[in-house]
């Protein structure tokens, strides 16, 4: 089955930097990648995907990089803020509404 | 906007109880999954039910597991027989259209079993 590796557990930045998460995954015949932020006790919460025919996606300071053949794909926040402090958690599926493996978390701090 | 709603947001049991979670998801939604989290760890996942029945599960979804859509509204998940390690947060998420992937997740209910 599927398993999704990700990297670093812990990420601490400067308000204003960037901040990168890397997810690796196994399966080949994973099409869809969504990224997920949870607050402390709370639900996670998408705040980005990107399917297997797209390379990137961008929505305002978040960005998903894709790469199939490596079987990567990545995270970017740039400008970062204090608000965005949360757990993030990649994921991989196939389609047909299969189940979305989650990958281990990093933790983001802002600090400013 | 439409959100998956969860009750009991918490619940705590003693271990060898049925407990039973529930999830209203969202209306027009056909797909509806279980997952758990334990403590400090990553979102597992443990059943997927579409049109009535199970669509696809995990090695963690064994026979002390169950679903139901008892309704049009609510989707459950039944433990049999709660052990300590089925200490979690159980969260519900929905989904629409075969061609729309986007899963969305309910608050989530915190089981504790003592």
């Known amino acids: 089955g599927e398993n999704v590796e990700q990297h670093p557990s812990t990420l601490s930045v400067q308000e204003g930097d960037s901040a990168v998460i890397k997810c690796t995954y196994s399966?080949?015949?994973?099409?869809?990648f969504p990224w997920y932020k949870q607050e402390l006790g709370k639900r996670p919460q998408l705040i980005i995907d990107?399917?297997?025919?797209?390379g990137e996606k961008k929505d305002q300071r978040i960005a998903v990089t894709l790469n199939k053949t490596a079987k990567h794909f990545s995270l970017h926040i740039t400008e970062t803020q204090p608000e965005d402090s949360a757990v993030y958690f990649c994921a991989a599926s196939n389609q047909a509404g299969t189940a979305l493996i989650f990958g281990k978390g990093t933790t983001l701090s802002v600090s400013s | 906007e439409p959100e998956v709603t969860q009750t009991p947001s918490h619940q705590v049991t003693q271990m060898g109880q049925e407990v039973i979670l529930r999830c209203v998801p969202i209306?027009?939604?056909?797909?509806f999954y279980w997952y758990r989290q334990i403590l400090g760890q990553k979102v597992e996942f443990l059943v997927s039910?579409?049109?009535?029945?199970?669509?696809?599960k995990s090695e963690i979804f064994d026979d002390q597991f169950s679903v139901e859509r008892p309704d049009g509204s609510n989707f459950t998940l039944k433990i049999r027989s709660t052990k300590l390690e089925d200490s979690a947060m159980y969260f519900c998420?929905?989904?629409?259209?075969?061609?729309?992937?986007?899963?969305?997740f309910g608050p989530g209910t915190r089981l504790l079993v003592l």
């Open positions: 990107i399917r297997s025919n797209v």
């Open positions: 998420a929905s989904k629409g259209l075969a061609g729309v992937e986007t899963q969305y």
């Open positions: 209306s027009n939604h056909l797909y």
């Open positions: 039910f579409y049109n009535n029945e199970i669509s696809e």
């Open positions: 399966d080949s015949a994973s099409n869809y």
